[in-house]
């Protein structure tokens, strides 16, 4: 295998891929699909467009199984199995800390970085297509994103 074929092989998994029609998303306000052998799930919430890895970077949990709920602000989707927050627009973890030494101190809402890898949405002409990102940093989402944490079985 020459380095010109890996160089090609990279590239298509970072072309746009179709994965629905934008009506349908609309209606169920989220979708799965696989994208060059990821498995995603995009989200139509307060007009806007979401896509990242399926699973959850904690422990693999269903994300599009997840309710989507608002906190400090940011639209989150919840894990069903532990809860864990994930922003919609940044893939960040989300959690409350308090200052334990502060017997006044309220809780307040933290970010863990990005935990979740996050994926380009486009619409063209009612078409959805997912862009697999080019995002040259580990997320922790990555690990369940591999063959053996598959839930859905791609036509290949």
């Known amino acids: ?8 092989d990279d590239e298509k998994k970072y072309t746009s891929v179709c994965v629905g029609r934008e009506d349908d998303i609309r209606k169920l306000e ?31 949990g269903p994300l599009h199984l997840g309710e989507i709920e608002d906190f400090n602000g940011q639209s989150c989707i919840v894990c ?3 809860k864990y ?10 959690y409350q800390s308090i200052n334990p030494r502060d017997p006044k101190a309220r809780p307040q809402w933290c970010s863990k970085g990005v935990k979740q890898r ?12 997912v862009t697999l990102s080019k995002e040259p940093f580990k997320c922790d989402s990555d690990y369940f994103a591999t063959g053996d944490f598959k839930v859905i079985q791609s036509s290949s």
């Open 1 to 8: 295998m020459d380095l010109g074929d890996s160089e090609q």
């Open 118 to 129: 996050i994926h380009t949405v486009t619409v063209d002409d009612g078409n959805i297509y």
């Open 85 to 94: 927050k994930i922003t919609l627009a940044t893939g960040e973890g989300l």
């Open 30 to 60: 989220r979708m799965t699909a696989v994208v060059h052998d990821r498995e995603v799930v995009i989200f139509y919430h307060k007009g806007e467009y979401h896509a990242m890895d399926i699973r959850c970077y904690h422990s693999g």
């Open 80 to 82: 069903p199995w532990h």
